[in-house]
């Protein structure tokens, strides 16, 4: 059973930043490209950023909202993936999930392409 547990969430001052963390356990990690999400009260499930697995040529996507403020990365060897937060804004606030796509190859914007995901985290930005 595959198992996914954020981490590192909490609140802070605009323009402030955290990092949240995803640990895998119970699949091979390098099998899944890796998501984040996020859900504001009232809202969607929004897509944030993913990686893929693939070695030789790993790729990135991001929601326009969060480029340049937001990196993806993963640790193969720790089988976690991060999302370093930047500039944190008010609108950042939500739950963050972490997702696994078993598409490997692929840095899906679409949350019904993610198989197994994480209980969310919870990321607070004040003004």
């Known amino acids: 059973q595959v198992q996914l547990r954020e981490s590192g969430g909490g609140s802070v001052q605009a323009g402030g930043s955290l990092r949240l963390s995803c640990a895998v356990s119970?699949?091979?990690?390098?099998?899944?490209?890796m998501g984040w999400f996020r859900q504001a009260p009232g809202k969607k499930r929004e897509f944030v950023a993913a990686?893929?697995?693939?070695?030789?040529?790993?790729?990135?996507n991001y929601a326009d909202s969060v480029k340049d403020r937001f990196t993806i990365s993963r640790d193969n060897a720790a089988n976690t993936v991060y999302l370093q937060m930047n500039n944190l804004k008010p609108e950042d606030t939500a739950v963050y999930y972490c997702?696994?796509?078993?598409?490997?190859?692929?840095?899906?914007?679409?949350?019904?392409?993610?198989?197994?995901w994480g209980q969310g985290t919870q990321v607070t930005v004040s003004s």
């Open positions: 990686i893929s697995t693939t070695t030789w040529m790993r790729t990135r």
């Open positions: 119970g699949g091979t990690f390098t099998s899944y490209a």
């Open positions: 997702a696994a796509d078993r598409a490997a190859w692929k840095t899906a914007p679409s949350p019904n392409d993610y198989e197994y």
